[in-house]
């Protein structure tokens, strides 16, 4: 079955600098690739998702890139504030199967004033 | 307001006593899912239900039941719970409609979370 490994852990910036969040997949039939941000005490909600028919995805400062023959994908945040700091989640699934999303294990993200 | 909605929100109860975690969703969404989070781990997927008396073991399904009598509710029951069973609960519900233009059309929307101690 699908696994995905996220790194850092955790990751700390300095306000306004970028960040970057790797996730890497393993079942190659995977084709959606959502990230998600949970914010101390809150749930998750979707911040951006990509397709694999589409290499690089961008929303204002956010943007998710996509590796389809090296199985992996990036979340990159550039000028960080410090609303950004959160835990993000990438996940993998099928297209056809989105119900069955399989999650990374979280990035804890501090921007450092 | 469109949303997802648990009860209760926070549970403190003790070991072998039933007890039922409520999930409602007010957006006519065809899928919905039960998670369990723990620090380290990220999202677990527990049960999750595809329609009306579809339901579907996750990747953590041991010690929990489910069931989906109507659309809307997605309750999840743990009929001995265990310390082991303490964690952070979340629903999610997606309409999982594949129309071709729509924006994250899987995106799942979260419920607050319930909070369960067992002791």
């Known amino acids: 079955g699908e696994n995905v490994e996220q790194h850092p852990s955790t990751l700390s910036v300095q306000e306004g600098d970028s960040a970057v969040i790797k996730c890497t997949y393993s079942d190659s039939a995977s084709n959606y690739f959502p990230w998600y941000k949970q914010e101390l005490g809150k749930r998750p909600q979707l911040i951006i998702d990509?397709?694999?028919n589409v290499g690089e995805k961008k929303d204002q400062r956010i943007a998710v890139t996509l590796n389809k023959t090296a199985k992996h994908f990036s979340l990159h945040i550039t000028e960080t504030q410090p609303e950004d700091s959160a835990v993000y989640f990438c996940?993998?699934?099928?297209?056809?199967?989105?119900?069955?999303?399989?999650w990374g294990a979280g990035t804890k993200l501090i921007i450092k004033p | 307001e469109a949303q997802v909605t648990q009860n209760p929100r926070y549970l403190i109860t003790v070991t072998g006593k039933k007890l039922t975690v409520t999930c409602s969703q007010n957006m006519n969404h065809e899928y919905m899912s039960w998670y369990r989070q723990d620090p380290g781990l990220g999202l677990r997927q527990i049960y999750y239900s595809m329609n009306v008396e579809v339901t579907d073991k996750g990747d953590v399904p041991e010690g929990y039941k489910v069931s989906r009598k109507e659309k809307r509710n997605f309750p999840l029951i743990l009929e001995s719970p265990s310390p082991n069973q303490t964690s952070l609960y979340f629903c999610?519900?997606?309409?999982?409609?594949?129309?071709?233009?729509?924006?994250?059309?899987?995106?799942?929307?979260f419920g607050p979370g319930t909070r369960l101690t067992v002791t």
């Open positions: 996940a993998a699934s099928r297209w056809d199967s989105n119900y069955q999303l399989i």
């Open positions: 990509i397709r694999s």
């Open positions: 999610a519900s997606s309409s999982g409609d594949g129309l071709a233009g729509v924006s994250s059309p899987y995106e799942q929307y």
